[in-house]
Every structure is written in structure tokens, then in C-alpha cells.
């Protein structure tokens, strides 16, 4: 069974400081990992998925096969990032997300 | 482009109320989906339409039937609602599914009383 753990439900940090909102996966296969983003008073959206490995908003996920962790990192935060952060498994040929129960993150100013 | 809209925002139910949740995308998607979200649960899928014609339990689809009415529109029906039932809904829809990206509605927040 496909599980996903994000250990910290609050998450505070001052502005400028590194971020980092931890994700690990349960998983046999070849996983497909997301993180999803929710700021207040809007929809959910996409931030990165690991496939692309891109950077967005200054933040960055590296899969961690030997670890099963999909951790999200900012080097510095801002106080626009305040938001829920969801971590999410899938896998290739699945219609079915496995979402974590996410980390409300907290920018200090 | 409005993307993935939901009706209504918010709804009442009394215990062993019936009602349908809208869901609909212009996005030309072949996979919608419904999940509900709960304090400290995150979110969980319901249903999930991969293609026209087609629907599956996700889940948690105890309570609950689907209905992919074309490829734009997928309604959620509760025929009869529970407190347990209390949540925020959220439709989805994608191109396909595996790695392609989710694209959320607003969400219906619904209480039943």
C-alpha cells in the first residue's frame, strides 16, 4: 500500500531563513512524487514534481530513493510562501494520488 | 479559461439530505477526480473518472456516487448526507493520470447537521 508521511502539521521559520518541510514515502514501485501547494483563500496548485526536476519559487525536491524521502527545501524564506504544503505519490500508468496530510508552513517576518 | 469550477461554495444538510456537487473543466481533461479534506487528514480521494464513460472508487468512496456526465462535467451525489460527511470537496481533473499535473476547482465546503 502506498503511504505518505509529513511529520510536522506547523512549520515556523523567520524570513531569510532556510526552509525545509520533510516528505516520506511508502512505496515498492517506482514512485511519482509532487508537492502541492495551497496559499490562503486559493486553490490548490502544483509547485514541482520530480520528474522535472525544476525549481520553482525558489524551491527545490530531490528524490531520495534509499531514503524514500521527497523533501521540499528553500534556501531563503519569504513571507509570501506562508501556506499548506501537501507532499503526493503516484505512480506511472495510476489515476490514484496519494496525498500526506501536510504541513502548514509559517514565515515569521 | 475558468478552468475547474464547483457548485455550490458552501452548503447545509440536514441528516439524510440528499444533494449533488457540480464539477466541471474547459481544460479539454480526460481524468476528473473527487476528494474530500479534512482538518489533520489531508486530502482523500473519492472517485475518480479516468476517461469519459468511465469511474472508479478511490479511497473513500463509502457513501457516495459518481457521474462523468460528458468529459467536461462529474458530479459527486450524496444520497444521504451524514455528519460524518462534514469536509471540504474538491474536484480535480488532469490530461491523464501517472505524472501529469492535477488541476483543482475551489472546493464546495459542505456541513451536515
Known amino acids: 500500500a502506498q503511504r505518505v508521511t509529513q511529520p510536522e502539521k506547523l512549520l515556523s521559520v523567520f524570513k531569510g531563513a532556510p526552509v525545509e518541510l520533510k516528505c516520506n514515502y511508502s512505496?515498492?514501485?517506482?514512485?511519482?512524487l509532487f508537492w502541492y501547494v495551497q496559499y490562503s483563500r486559493q486553490r490548490l496548485q502544483l509547485l514541482l514534481r520530480?520528474?522535472s526536476r525544476e525549481s520553482i519559487k525558489g524551491f527545490t525536491a530531490d528524490l531520495n530513493k534509499g531514503e524514500t524521502s521527497f523533501h521540499l527545501k528553500k534556501p531563503f524564506a519569504q513571507e509570501e510562501d506562508s501556506a499548506m504544503y501537501y507532499c503526493a505519490l503516484g505512480r506511472a500508468g495510476s489515476y490514484q494520488l496519494t496525498f500526506g496530510k501536510g504541513t502548514k508552513l509559517s514565515v515569521i517576518p | 479559461n475558468a478552468g475547474v469550477t464547483q457548485t455550490p461554495k458552501f452548503q447545509v444538510l440536514k441528516t439524510g439530505q440528499s444533494m449533488t456537487l457540480q464539477c466541471a473543466q474547459d481544460m479539454n481533461h480526460n481524468s476528473m477526480y473527487w476528494y474530500r479534506q479534512d482538518p489533520g487528514m489531508g486530502l482523500r480521494l473519492i472517485y475518480y473518472?479516468?476517461?469519459?464513460?468511465?469511474?472508479d472508487k478511490g479511497e473513500v468512496p463509502n457513501g457516495y456516487n459518481v457521474s462523468r456526465l460528458n468529459k467536461r462535467e462529474f458530479s459527486l451525489r450524496l444520497e444521504s448526507a451524514a455528519p460524518s460527511q462534514t469536509s471540504v470537496y474538491f474536484c480535480a481533473s488532469s490530461e491523464s493520470g501517472g505524472t501529469y499535473e492535477q488541476y483543482f476547482g475551489p472546493g464546495t465546503r459542505l456541513t451536515v447537521t
Open positions: 512505496y515498492s514501485g517506482s514512485p511519482e
Open positions: 520530480h520528474i
Open positions: 473518472s479516468a476517461s469519459e464513460g468511465t469511474t
